[in-house]
T-cell receptor, first 112, second 112 residues
Framework: DAGVIQSPRHEVTEMGQEVTLRCKPI?????LFWYRQTMMRGLELLIY????????DSGMPEDRFSAKMPNASFSTLKIQPSEPRDSAVYFC??????????FGAGTRLSVL | AQSVTQPDIHITVSEGASLELRCNYSYGATPYLFWYVQSPGQGLQLLLK??????LVQGIKGFEAEFKRSQSSFNLRKPSVHWSDAAEYFCAVGGSGDDMRFGAGTRLTVKP
């Protein structure tokens, strides 16, 4: 298996623009997680899905953030409108059992 | 709620020296414990995990960790560090059905 695949690897955008981050989990994994990593706050869980259904989105910072999982092999994290403080590395992870998580390489987002 | 403390933000060791990274956790039941490693520009890779049984667990890349319930600790060790071990190391705690919580990470620098 190719592992968790995230795209793009790097994204540079201007404040106010919409940003969409993509994730393809490992086939057969029922759980999918979105994390944000910053120097100040470390690794934060934003939201996770089980069988394509959002289970806990309490970590989503505000309404500008939304996540979807239309099918078992694809998820998106959208920020609209983006702000400079959203600059971070965003990770997607998948898991067969919720506990052992396998991470993608991340998307480094810079909002100017 | 579960939590993880990694007391050392940054550790420097000489190549060939032994390594111990500390991790203390708080969890109400028997924890699931993990160590992940993150190389620059990469996602998190699972080094090892503890669910139950033998309290000394072996992982990849020559790492091991010991679960000490009485000390609420799960320290990571390696007898001889290689330059390629320079990375950020994260301890995480979870449980059956519970979310994982990650520590703030310990950055390891290896001196030649």
């Amino acid at each position: 298996d190719a592992g968790v695949i995230q795209s793009p690897r790097h994204e540079v955008t201007e404040m106010g623009q919409e940003v969409t981050l993509r994730c393809k989990p490992i086939s057969g994994h029922d759980y999918l997680f979105w994390y944000r990593q910053t120097m100040m706050r470390g690794l934060e869980l934003l939201i996770y899905f089980n069988n394509n259904v959002p289970i806990d989105d309490s970590g989503m910072p505000e309404d500008r953030f939304s996540a979807k999982m239309p099918n078992a092999s694809f998820s998106t994290l959208k920020i609209q409108p983006s702000e400079p403080r959203d600059s971070a590395v965003y990770f997607c992870a998948s898991s067969p059992t919720k506990n052992i998580q396998y991470f993608g390489a991340g998307t480094r987002l810079s909002v100017l | 709620a579960q939590s993880v403390t990694q007391p050392d933000i940054h550790i420097t060791v000489s190549e060939g020296a032994s390594l111990e990274l500390r991790c203390n956790y708080s969890y109400g039941a028997t924890p699931y414990l993990f160590w992940y490693v993150q190389s620059p520009g990469q996602g998190l890779q699972l080094l090892l995990k503890y669910f139950s049984g033998d309290t000394l667990v072996q992982g990849i890349k020559g790492f091991e960790a010991e679960f000490k319930r009485s000390q609420s600790s799960f320290n990571l060790r390696k007898p001889s560090v290689h330059w390629s071990d320079a990375a950020e190391y994260f301890c995480a705690v979870g449980g059956s059905g519970d979310d994982m919580r990650f520590g703030a990470g310990t950055r390891l620098t290896v001196k030649p």
